[in-house]
């Protein structure tokens, strides 16, 4: 046989996998901003982008093909700045701070001159006696300096973006500026223009003289206050999840060969080292303790302000702190395989989706600032035939500078982000918008027992062997099967049979039932009595049913070697937070492949009324279908790999976080308490979060619908217009940032 005739055959073609790139997109000031963005990069072929007002980032998948200049290029040729987004989050820190306080500087001096401007105005507007020669010349010098120098990256982002045919608010409040300097300057360099006749102080206010230079100082003073106070309330929505982003450690004490320690970076830290970690330090990465003793914070990831004792053998996730003692931490997870790194891409991504009311915002951005131009051409001609030139300049000048889209940009996303980063706090991380809407149907909330409802900390409590059959013996090989298991009453086992355990070949799981494999040559199953038939045990199996105890039977060789019974505790809040559900008009489930009695023991003490147990994974779903199918929307919470199904089936999944990787996959909300008191937490939060959305666009399109026919109507002065115009904004921030007291006690 040749070569060639021993070569594989060629592998068929595969697709080829989607790439994901974060940019930093500068320049966006409203929906109608995001609108161009998204377009432009979905142009692309092989390109899926969502672009985030709130967080200046847009989260583009694309093919491999597609190279991050090719996307950074087309965000600029929109006119727009853009780049790869820092993995350093203290980097996007800073880039904010100089931009805030850029603004604050032009925002400064603006309203330097802006004060005695417009409170000379007034004066010569409400009594002209005070009127001196030149009078017009001081405003023009005092208001120069504002729309030009104040207004310039008003004037900038509006000039770039038409000259890539882009419309946005900058392009309105620009024009806006540009217009009522233009005609003020017109009318000072007209002799005769200016209105003689006193008018009174409130006519002064609300119906501006020919020379409108304090309205277009005083726009740009109110437009860029709004920016700044949005830029900072904005830091303050964010600041949850940077103190999130920047909690990992940076350096790690790496253990070598000869027991010295060396200091390296995290980033150089690889699987199956050992580190150490000192009283105070944030854990490196995750991983399992070898050796010492310490309590850990782990509030950085589950919200739980009671530290937790940690020793050889326990867990322990990279982002916390150890509080006391020294601990050898072996690694078993790096960079961005550890639970940290995943909990922060579910924020990322959570981020990266749109809620249905948002979509509806965008769509009304995109042809919201054309709109807006046509209606002030439209009031221009109709004031200019029916009043002349003065009132047709000011009404349509307040028609420019009333109009607000960017509150209709930031009424979902500040809002999401607000509420991201208060779940974080609380240990609770949402998927995404679609898991956000779901919650507030939600009526049913049906739970797993072992590991949800209890602590899932299984311990052997009794062992029934069949004659013949000695105790060690049967744990022995119990337990080397089971120890190839994920389920908790395998750990149980495991726990109870100690850890020189014989190998196991074979092994297979079945999901709900139990596990096989060969142990020494024997052919060992292990599971539930609907698995193995007690045959000789059954009345040892019926007396640990009575007594509200999950039954483990053991078979070797095809007979019955012993019954297991398994006692579980009930999590201490379990009981307060299915009282919080029911309070909140929710019914609550228990499902469970234990038994009856077991379940329905566990049920009463919680408060639970409807248990259905015996239920396999499979059952589980036909469980979840049929409550859906009688009217209900059900949210189920679980956390092993049995559940994975059901979370999937259900309306909302939500997945303890110390569960399997199987169920928080599955899931669209993982909690990362281990108290139950997270599922009430995390759908009150979900429907606060919605509620807020609900109110910020309700204000912006209600704003926008009432202020352009007024400003229309000649009713509104550029002035108080362009007040409102920010004030719009700022309500839509600081109603989402309500958001984080959410759960405050």
């Given at each position: 046989?040749?070569?060639?005739?021993?070569?594989?055959?060629?592998?068929?073609?595969?697709?080829?996998?989607?790439?994901?790139?974060?940019?930093?997109?500068?320049?966006?000031?409203?929906?109608?901003?995001?609108?161009r963005v998204e377009r432009k990069l979905n142009k692309l072929d092989g390109v899926r982008a969502v672009?985030?007002?709130?967080?200046?980032?847009?989260?583009?998948?694309?093919?491999?093909?597609?190279?991050?200049?090719?996307?950074?290029?087309?965000?600029?040729?929109?006119?727009?700045?853009?780049?790869?987004?820092?993995?350093?989050?203290?980097?996007?820190?800073?880039?904010?701070?100089?931009?805030?306080?850029?603004?604050?500087?032009?925002?400064?001096?603006?309203?330097?001159?802006?004060?005695?401007?417009?409170?000379?105005?007034?004066?010569?507007?409400?009594?002209?006696?005070?009127?001196?020669?030149?009078?017009?010349?001081?405003?023009?010098?005092?208001?120069?300096?504002?729309v030009t120098w104040g207004a310039w990256p008003l004037h900038k982002r509006a000039f770039l973006g038409?000259?890539?045919?882009?419309?946005?608010?900058?392009?309105?409040?620009?024009?806006?500026?540009?217009?009522?300097?233009?005609?003020?300057?017109?009318?000072?360099?007209?002799?005769?223009?200016?209105?003689?006749?006193?008018?009174?102080?409130?006519?002064?206010?609300?119906?501006?003289?020919?020379?409108?230079?304090?309205?277009?100082?005083?726009?740009?003073?109110?437009?860029?206050?709004?920016?700044?106070?949005?830029?900072?309330?904005?830091?303050?929505?964010?600041?949850?999840?940077?103190?999130?982003?920047?909690?990992?450690?940076?350096?790690?004490?790496?253990?070598?060969?000869?027991?010295?320690?060396?200091?390296?970076?995290?980033?150089?830290?690889?699987?199956?080292?050992?580190?150490?970690?000192?009283?105070?330090?944030?854990?490196?990465?995750?991983?399992?303790?070898?050796?010492?003793?310490?309590?850990?914070?782990?509030?950085?990831?589950?919200?739980?302000?009671?530290?937790?004792?940690?020793?050889?053998?326990?867990?322990?996730?990279?982002?916390?702190?150890?509080?006391?003692?020294?601990?050898?931490?072996?690694?078993?997870?790096?960079?961005?395989?550890?639970?940290?790194?995943?909990?922060?891409?579910?924020?990322?991504?959570?981020?990266?989706?749109?809620?249905?009311?948002?979509?509806?915002?965008?769509?009304?951005?995109?042809?919201?600032?054309?709109?807006?131009?046509?209606?002030?051409?439209?009031?221009?001609?109709?004031?200019?035939?029916?009043?002349?030139?003065?009132?047709?300049?000011?009404?349509?000048?307040?028609?420019?500078?009333?109009?607000?889209?960017?509150?209709?940009?930031?009424?979902?996303?500040?809002?999401?982000?607000?509420?991201?980063?208060?779940?974080?706090?609380?240990?609770?991380?949402?998927?995404?918008?679609?898991?956000?809407?779901?919650?507030?149907?939600?009526?049913?909330?049906?739970?797993?027992?072992?590991?949800?409802?209890?602590?899932?900390?299984?311990?052997?409590?009794?062992?029934?062997?069949?004659?013949?059959?000695?105790?060690?013996?049967?744990?022995?090989?119990?337990?080397?099967?089971?120890?190839?298991?994920?389920?908790?009453?395998?750990?149980?086992?495991?726990?109870?049979?100690?850890?020189?355990?014989?190998?196991?070949?074979?092994?297979?799981?079945?999901?709900?039932?139990?596990?096989?494999?060969?142990?020494?040559?024997?052919?060992?199953?292990?599971?539930?009595?609907?698995?193995?038939?007690?045959?000789?045990?059954?009345?040892?199996?019926?007396?640990?049913?009575?007594?509200?105890?999950?039954?483990?039977?053991?078979?070797?060789?095809?007979?019955?070697?012993?019954?297991?019974?398994?006692?579980?505790?009930?999590?201490?809040?379990?009981?307060?937070?299915?009282?919080?559900?029911?309070?909140?008009?929710?019914?609550?489930?228990?499902?469970?492949?234990?038994?009856?009695?077991?379940?329905?023991?566990?049920?009463?003490?919680?408060?639970?009324?409807?248990?259905?147990?015996?239920?396999?994974?499979?059952?589980?779903?036909?469980?979840?279908?049929?409550?859906?199918?009688?009217?209900?929307?059900?949210?189920?919470?679980?956390?092993?790999?049995?559940?994975?199904?059901?979370?999937?089936?259900?309306?909302?999944?939500?997945?303890?976080?110390?569960?399997?990787?199987?169920?928080?996959?599955?899931?669209?909300?993982?909690?990362?308490?281990?108290?139950?008191?997270?599922?009430?937490?995390?759908?009150?939060?979900?429907?606060?979060?919605?509620?807020?959305?609900?109110?910020?666009?309700?204000?912006?399109?209600?704003?926008?619908?009432?202020?352009?026919?007024?400003?229309?109507?000649?009713?509104?002065?550029?002035?108080?217009?362009?007040?409102?115009?920010?004030?719009?904004?700022?309500?839509?921030?600081?109603?989402?940032?309500?958001?984080?007291?959410?759960?405050?006690?």
């Amino acid at each position: 046989m040749t070569d060639l005739d021993q070569a594989p055959a060629p592998a068929a073609a595969q697709p080829e996998q989607a790439q994901r790139t974060f940019l930093d997109v500068g320049g966006m000031t409203c929906a109608a901003c995001v609108g161009r963005v998204e377009r432009k990069l979905n142009k692309l072929d092989g390109v899926r982008a969502v672009v985030n007002l709130a967080t200046r980032t847009a989260t583009v998948e694309h093919a491999p093909t597609v190279t991050v200049e090719q996307l950074t290029g087309t965000v600029e040729a929109a006119g727009y700045t853009a780049a790869p987004k820092s993995p350093n989050p203290r980097r996007t820190i800073l880039a904010e701070e100089r931009e805030r306080r850029d603004v604050l500087r032009r925002l400064i001096v603006s309203l330097v001159l802006f004060v005695p401007a417009a409170d000379l105005s007034i004066v010569l507007a409400t009594i002209p006696s005070t009127r001196f020669p030149g009078w017009q010349w001081v405003l023009l010098a005092l208001s120069l300096p504002v729309v030009t120098w104040g207004a310039w990256p008003l004037h900038k982002r509006a000039f770039l973006g038409a000259r890539h045919g882009a419309a946005t608010m900058d392009t309105l409040v620009s024009v806006g500026i540009i217009s009522a300097t233009a005609w003020s300057v017109v009318t000072v360099l007209t002799p005769g223009r200016q209105r003689p006749d006193p008018h009174g102080f409130w006519n002064a206010i609300f119906q501006s003289d020919p020379i409108y230079l304090e309205v277009a100082m005083g726009v740009t003073v109110f437009v860029l206050a709004g920016r700044y106070f949005e830029a900072s309330a904005r830091a303050k929505a964010a600041s949850a999840l940077r103190e999130l982003a920047t909690r990992g450690a940076r350096e790690v004490s790496v253990l070598v060969r000869d027991g010295s320690e060396l200091r390296i970076p995290v980033r150089e830290l690889r699987e199956d080292q050992l580190f150490v970690v000192r009283p105070g330090e944030t854990i490196a990465t995750d991983g399992t303790v070898e050796s010492g003793s310490a309590f850990v914070d782990n509030s950085t990831m589950t919200g739980e302000s009671r530290p937790v004792p940690a020793g050889p053998g326990d867990r322990v996730v990279g982002g916390t702190v150890c509080q006391d003692g020294r601990l050898t931490v072996r690694a078993t997870a790096v960079g961005e395989d550890t639970t940290f790194a995943a909990m922060l891409r579910l924020v990322e991504d959570a981020q990266a989706t749109k809620a249905r009311m948002q979509r509806l915002a965008d769509r009304v951005s995109a042809v919201f600032v054309p709109c807006v131009f046509a209606i002030a051409a439209l009031t221009f001609v109709g004031w200019l035939i029916a009043s002349g030139i003065d009132d047709a300049v000011k009404s349509a000048i307040a028609v420019l500078v009333i109009a607000c889209p960017c509150a209709l940009g930031l009424a979902t996303p500040v809002a999401f982000m607000v509420a991201s980063g208060r779940g974080a706090q609380l240990g609770v991380y949402v998927r995404g918008h679609s898991a956000l809407e779901a919650t507030e149907t939600i009526d049913t909330v049906v739970f797993d027992k072992t590991g949800t409802v209890t602590t899932g900390v299984l311990s052997v409590a009794g062992v029934t062997v069949a004659p013949g059959r000695t105790e060690e013996t049967v744990l022995r090989l119990a337990g080397a099967v089971e120890a190839a298991s994920e389920h908790a009453v395998a750990r149980a086992v495991v726990a109870r049979a100690g850890s020189d355990l014989p190998a196991v070949d074979d092994f297979r799981a079945v999901p709900g039932l139990g596990a096989t494999g060969v142990v020494e040559g024997a052919s060992v199953r292990v599971g539930s009595p609907r698995f193995v038939a007690p045959g000789v045990l059954s009345a040892a199996v019926e007396a640990a049913a009575e007594a509200g105890r999950t039954v483990a039977v053991v078979e070797v060789d095809g007979a019955v070697a012993a019954v297991l019974e398994v006692a579980d505790t009930i999590k201490p809040d379990a009981a307060d937070a299915v009282a919080r559900l029911h309070a909140a008009g929710i019914r609550t489930v228990l499902l469970t492949g234990d038994n009856a009695a077991a379940a329905a023991k566990i049920a009463v003490l919680v408060g639970i009324d409807d248990v259905r147990a015996d239920v396999l994974p499979d059952g589980k779903v036909a469980a979840i279908r049929e409550l859906q199918a009688s009217g209900r929307r059900v949210a189920m919470v679980g956390d092993g790999v049995n559940d994975g199904p059901a979370l999937a089936a259900a309306d909302l999944g939500l997945a303890m976080g110390t569960g399997t990787d199987v169920a928080q996959s599955a899931a669209d909300v993982v909690l990362m308490r281990e108290e139950l008191s997270a599922v009430p937490d995390a759908l009150g939060l979900a429907r606060a979060t919605l509620k807020t959305i609900k109110t910020n666009l309700v204000w912006a399109f209600g704003y926008n619908v009432a202020a352009i026919p007024v400003a229309v109507a000649g009713l509104l002065n550029p002035l108080i217009g362009a007040a409102a115009m920010a004030f719009s904004s700022f309500f839509v921030v600081w109603n989402s940032l309500r958001l984080r007291k959410f759960g405050a006690r």
